[in-house]
Structure formats: C-alpha cells, structure tokens
C-alpha cells in the first residue's frame, strides 16, 4: 500500500511563510497527480491544489492564488506546498493526495478523484 507522508507543519504567526513537503514511498508517484487538501476545524475538507505528472500543469483553490504554489520533485515523488502572506484563516490540517492519473481529473476540488490520502500535517496561524 503506497503511503502518502507529509512534514511541515507547525505554530507560525500571521504573515509568515512555510513549506509543507509529502513523500510518497512509491517512487512511481512521480508521474501521477499529487496535490493539497485541507480542513480546518468544523470545517469540511476543501481543495487547496494538485499537479499533474510534469509539474507545469497546475490547478489551485481561488483562496490559495497568489499566495501558494505547489511543485514537485519528480523524481523523489516529492510535492511541495509553498504558504505565504500565511493567515489565520489558513490554520488546518492539510493532507496530501494523490491520483494515479497523470492529469488532474476535473474538478480538481472533488475529494473522490483521488485514490490515496496522507495522514496530515497541522498547521497553526497565529494572530
């Protein structure tokens, strides 16, 4: 069973930045789509963005634009999720997924398009 290993997440204030990284421990992963979700506390879980295969096609939540970006290291079967400007608001878990697709399935933000799902990793914004 692929897992889906997620690190990064910690206590940080508003208007800090942080990198959250998940490892998936097949290395096939490098060529399916991996992305972010998250769900912050009485909250549903919601789509915060995915790639495809090659890292250029990108999908992102409207609340994520221009504040993350996601990437991937292909070959380590490495996606990262890049938080700026972080907010309050953005206080959650958020869990890795994973499709065994190489594009995105459309719409992006439906939990069932995909297969594999990390445990989470805590992200805390203070005011």
């Known amino acids: 069973q692929v897992q889906l290993v997620e690190s990064g997440g910690r206590l940080v204030r508003a208007g800090d930045s942080l990198r959250l990284s998940c490892a998936a421990s097949?290395?096939?992963?490098?060529?399916?789509?991996m992305g972010w979700f998250r769900q912050g506390g009485g909250k549903e879980r919601e789509f915060v963005a995915a790639t495809a295969w090659s890292g250029t096609m990108k999908s992102y939540a409207d609340f994520a634009k221009g504040r993350f970006t996601i990437s991937r290291d292909k070959a380590e079967s490495t996606v990262y999720l890049q938080m700026n400007s972080l907010k309050p608001e953005d206080t959650a878990v958020y869990y890795c997924?994973?499709?065994?697709?190489?594009?995105?399935?459309?719409?992006?933000?439906?939990?069932?398009?995909?297969?594999?799902w990390g445990q989470g990793t805590q992200v805390t914004v203070s005011s």
């Open positions: 097949d290395r096939t992963f490098g060529n399916y789509v």
């Open positions: 997924v994973a499709d065994r697709r190489p594009y995105v399935r459309s719409p992006a933000n439906v939990t069932d398009n995909y297969e594999f």
